[in-house]
């Protein structure tokens, strides 16, 4: 283990979770990166290191415990203290609340919000004994408001949201900066442009969240001084309507 610090990003995907580790990377963090499949993992890790980082990447399913449990250990023994984590694990699936099935509800839930208890107590525990660090979760729209089709979505993220405000006013006073954000808009990424091609054609260009605009918040949000932290910082277009 060496005495680098490090970022872990669980839910590292091709948009805001990638974009996040790439920017800790930059700024010197070790950055560790987890998903459930973890091969899908390869290409963002080469990019950290071909940019000069330092990058590992974790197959992790974040709605088990023993596997958050095994992934915090290993990575405070083996890599460094964490010093920031983030939760960006999705969810985002649209069901009418007549096809909801219990199954359904429940993956969504452990998705969005089990696994972010799960992450938030195991680093919290490291953390804490140390003064300092930062737990970043990120939100949606539907973390303050629920639309059609969103009640499994929605009530986890809502979950996710009040998880990050307890553990805020818990945390705080032991030195650890925690905060949740909400993404208030469409993210550019291929999928966005692929399946929302009207969507994006009728929008100016800056017009839809960009994922490398997002990672400079969360990185801003690590480096704020303690006597002025925010806790819920809310990210949207200039002209998304809200």
């Known amino acids: 283990m060496t005495d680098s610090k490090v970022a872990l990003v669980v839910g590292a995907g091709v948009a805001t979770g990638g974009a996040v580790a790439r920017r800790f990377a930059r700024a010197g963090f070790i950055t560790c990166v987890a998903r459930r499949h973890g091969d899908q993992l390869e290409p963002l890790v080469a990019e950290i290191e071909a940019a000069g980082g330092t990058a590992h990447g974790f197959g992790v399913d974040a709605r088990k415990e023993e596997a958050v449990v095994d992934l915090v250990d290993r990575i405070e023994r083996d890599v460094g203290p964490i ?19 219990v199954r359904k509800y429940t993956k969504v839930w452990e ?45 986890a993220k809502h979950g996710l949201r009040a998880l990050a405000q307890s553990m805020a006013r818990e945390l705080g006073p032991t030195g650890i900066h925690v905060a949740h954000v909400v993404i208030d808009g469409a993210i550019d990424t291929p999928w966005t442009r692929e399946n929302f091609s009207d969507l994006i054609a009728a929008r100016p260009d800056d017009g839809i969240l960009d994922p490398d605009a997002i990672a400079e918040a969360y990185y801003n949000l690590h480096l704020q001084p303690r006597n ?3 806790q819920e910082l809310d990210l949207r277009p200039w002209d998304e309507p809200w």
């Not at 490291?126 to 729209?141: H, K, Q």
Request: include cysteine.
């Open 228 to 230: 002025a932290w925010t």
């Open 111 to 155: 998705m969005t919000c089990f696994s972010g208890f799960l992450l938030g107590r195991e680093v919290a525990k490291r953390m804490v004994p140390r003064g300092r660090g930062t737990i970043l979760f990120t939100g949606a729209t539907a973390s303050v408001r629920g639309g059609v089709g969103y009640a499994a979505f929605a009530g």
């Open 83 to 101: 010093e920031v984590a983030v939760h960006n694990v999705g969810g985002n699936v649209r069901f009418s609340i007549l096809e909801t099935t």
